[in-house]
């Protein structure tokens, strides 16, 4: 069995549905790990190579015994894509602990966890880490107090996993997304906040979850082999810009 696995978080939507759906298509097998059940039983059904596993990242034991059933499952581990978090998102003076905590336990301590659980099978493999942060991460904005840092937490995290992992052959890279356009942000994001991204990303439009996938699953490739520690926008530009004033672009 020498077709390689990627173990994807929060698998059953979005960027880690198509990261998954993406690796299949480049002949990879894939673990699928999401805490909502039903959703993962959906997304799964009729995927080859894939098996779903159902599991917080958020808690310690069940990460553990996560990556012990994945382990047994598929024999090893080539790649793990930290892409489960919550979006949570609201003024600063009305986030209370409770509410930090809840963002931080999964955007920020799931990755901890998934990637400190998986470094003795990466070593077997000399395999790659993927988390994925935010734009939010990279440059501030309103009502992303506890989700912006946990995304920058992530990205210094990555940095600290390049560093003392190299020694293993083990590769850690994050990806950090712009705007995308996801089922969800179409339906809460009003006609006024579109028209303002479209305003201020260079490349006039959202992303798309399959533009984001085929960043992480290059990273997770051999063609990414000399690539560690590096944080990548893929943001269509946004965060090169800065604040940005499209009136005198032309």
Known sequence: MSEKVALVTGAARGIGLATTQLFIEHGWRVAMVDRDGDALSDASTGLNKVSPFEYDVSI????????????????????????????????IEDTGFDRWREVMAT???????????????????????VNIASISGLRASTLRVAYGTSKAAVIQLTKQQ?????????????VCPGPVRTKLAMAVHS??????????IPLNRYGTEREIAEVITFLCSDKASYVTGQIIASDGGFESTGVG???LRT
Not at 75 to 88: L, P, Q, S, T
Not at 162 to 174: F, T, V
Not at 191 to 200: F, K, L, N, R, W
């Open 60 to 91: 310690p034991s069940q990460v553990d015994a996560m990556v012990d059933s994945v382990r047994q499952t598929f024999g090893r581990i080539d790649a793990v894509v930290n892409n489960a978090g919550v979006a949570d998102f609201g003024p």
């Open 107 to 129: 955007n920020l301590d799931g990755v901890f966890l998934v990637s400190q659980a998986c470094i003795s099978a990466l070593r077997d493999t000399r395999g790659a880490l």
């Open 162 to 174: 390049a560093a003392e992992l190299g020694e293993y052959g083990i590769r850690a890279n994050c």
């Open 191 to 200: 006609p006024e906040i579109i028209a303002s991204y479209h305003d201020a």
């Open 245 to 247: 004033l499209p009136a």
